[in-house]
């Protein structure tokens, strides 16, 4: 039989490939989604409500849903990192774009903030962001549904932060606070990182992929490990091959158009196994630049007890997990280093009290110290902008394999000066606004751990020092796309999924448009 010939294959289903396939397919454009993971239902899979004692050993063994196959570092299956995020959703603001530009530190973007906020907008209405109309100059307002209250430890920390001239402000969540449709609002469980069983957190395979589906130009290949982008001797990529993770069987999937979507160092790693004669580094590396300006997150930590708190009654207040939220308050002051850090917190799941085995006692007096303290306990954790640096890259491990033959990626990250200095900062800020708020500190974090992901494929205009252009296609292919938080040039210390889902949208319409033209 003849072979399927797709508009456009997508490697990978989470916020990016998701937004992305989802709307190519409702403009008419045919679609096959990859994905090396397996169907996930939201309203079965997740064990999301089971206490300790409900599990062996009364320990929680995994956030994961029971489903074989979603067990991988990046949570393989359709919908991706999604099903498990805790759904904050920040617009970027120009400063953000325009780093180097600005504040003389970071990479500048292609693009600027009035290229990407009809997209963001447009995934507001389409996936449901709750918030508050802040008004503030560094994080952009957008269309919000009703935002969720303050809890009572957040209007303590918001006091105390009030008086050293802090503001907090509410969450901006990927959650919907109202109903719509087949999604009701969130009823608070607290269980949001996972998984949610009835949708009310976005994820995208049941809010986006599966009513585009219904178009019937979405085609779904899930289980299956994309090993190589394929490329033809004219330069032009043709489509994947992949390894059944249940099989081991091999396959492909062709396509006019590729997009690589996998998840940062995940689609680094694909394009550097995709080696060919053209390009005998990795695919679309004629720069030498693919993996590197590795940019994650960093992140500390102060775990503490609201003593106004300690000896009350305990609430089921776990809410949406985080409700509250420190913006970027560094910008306009006084400071010996580039970019700033945002603060995250109050997201602790309590059905893990791993904090109780820092209070002293045996016997009784352990148990009631441990009661007391519970309606108390606060988790404050600030994120920090990383700069690019040399030291910093992915690469593929040439000696370790993973089950199906893959080379695993490897992350180098190396704390430059300025990022060592964010870090003292936020954690100094941190444990002074905690302070102020009343709290007993319990621990605090004295060095940076990753998070978010970023960088790897950086976009930008010169061929010679990035991978995709402003409309993230590869500089060396021209029917080649990354969509994710590789092509991130900075990251700012904001959560990156809304720009990454913002940046897709704009990708789609892009793809769009030169097929309708027969460019590709």
């Not at 399927?4 to 998701?18: F, H, M, N």
Request: glycine share 10%; net charge positive; aromatic share 8%.
């Amino acid at each position: 039989m003849p072979r399927k010939t797709y508009d456009v294959v997508v490697v990978g289903s989470g916020a990016a490939g998701g937004t992305l396939s989802a709307r190519l397919a409702r403009k008419g454009v045919t679609v096959a989604v990859v994905e090396g993971g397996p169907r996930v239902n939201t309203s079965t899979d997740f064990n999301t409500h089971a206490l300790p004692f409900e599990f062996a050993n009364r320990h929680i063994p995994t956030m994961r849903p029971g489903k074989e196959g979603f067990d991988t570092e990046r949570s393989r299956g359709l919908g991706g990192k999604t099903m498990l995020w805790n759904a904050v959703a920040f617009r970027f603001s120009q400063r953000d774009f325009k780093g180097r530009s600005i504040d003389g530190a970071g990479e500048d973007w292609p693009i600027n903030y009035s290229d990407l906020e009809p997209y963001y907008a447009s995934i507001e209405r389409e996936i449901g962001v709750c918030g508050n109309l802040d008004h503030l100059k560094d994080l952009p307002d957008g269309i919000f549904l009703p935002p969720v209250p303050f809890k009572c430890s957040d209007v303590i920390v918001a006091r105390g932060a009030a008086k050293l001239g802090v503001k907090v402000i509410h969450v901006r969540k990927a959650t919907r606070t109202t109903p719509a449709g087949a999604r009701p609002a969130c009823h608070y469980c607290g269980n949001c990182m996972a998984g949610c069983d009835v949708v009310a957190k976005y994820n995208s395979y049941d809010v986006h992929m599966a009513p585009a589906a219904r178009t019937g130009n979405l085609d779904f290949f899930p289980d299956s490990v994309v090993r190589e982008v394929v490329v033809s001797k004219e330069n032009r990529v043709t489509g994947v091959r992949y390894v059944n993770r249940t099989t081991l069987a091999e396959g492909e999937v062709h396509g006019r158009v590729v997009v690589v979507a996998c998840a940062c160092v995940q689609s680094v790693a694909l394009l550097l196994m995709s080696k060919s004669r053209l390009y005998p580094t990795g695919l679309a590396n004629s720069s030498g630049h693919l993996g590197k300006h590795f940019i994650p997150h960093f992140t500390g930590g102060v775990e503490c007890f609201l003593t106004s708190l300690i000896g009350k009654a305990p609430v089921n207040d776990e809410g949406f997990l985080d409700h509250a939220y420190v913006p970027s308050f560094m910008h306009e002051r006084k400071r010996d280093y580039a970019r700033s850090f945002g603060i995250q917190f109050n997201y602790q799941n309590r059905r893990s009290v791993g904090w109780a085995r820092s209070i002293k006692g045996m016997g009784k007096a352990y148990k009631e110290a441990v009661k007391e303290r519970y309606p108390a306990f606060l988790t404050f954790s600030p994120y920090g902008e990383m700069l690019p640096n040399p030291e910093s890259y992915i690469d593929l491990d040439p000696e370790k394999k993973d089950k199906f033959g893959l080379p695993l990626a490897r992350r180098h990250v190396k704390w430059g000066e300025n990022d060592r200095k964010i870090f003292e900062d936020m954690t100094r800020w941190s444990v002074e606004i905690l302070r102020s708020a009343g709290a007993e500190i319990l621990s605090v974090s004295h060095e940076p751990r990753t998070n978010h992901e970023l960088g790897g494929c950086r976009m930008g205009s010169d061929p010679r020092t990035s991978i995709v252009n402003s409309d993230c296609r590869t500089h060396d292919v021209e029917n080649l796309y990354v969509v994710d938080g590789s092509v991130f040039p900075s990251a700012s210390e904001k959560n990156p999924t809304h720009t990454i889902m913002g940046l897709a949208a704009r990708a789609a319409d892009h793809i769009a448009d030169r097929l309708k033209r027969r460019e590709v």
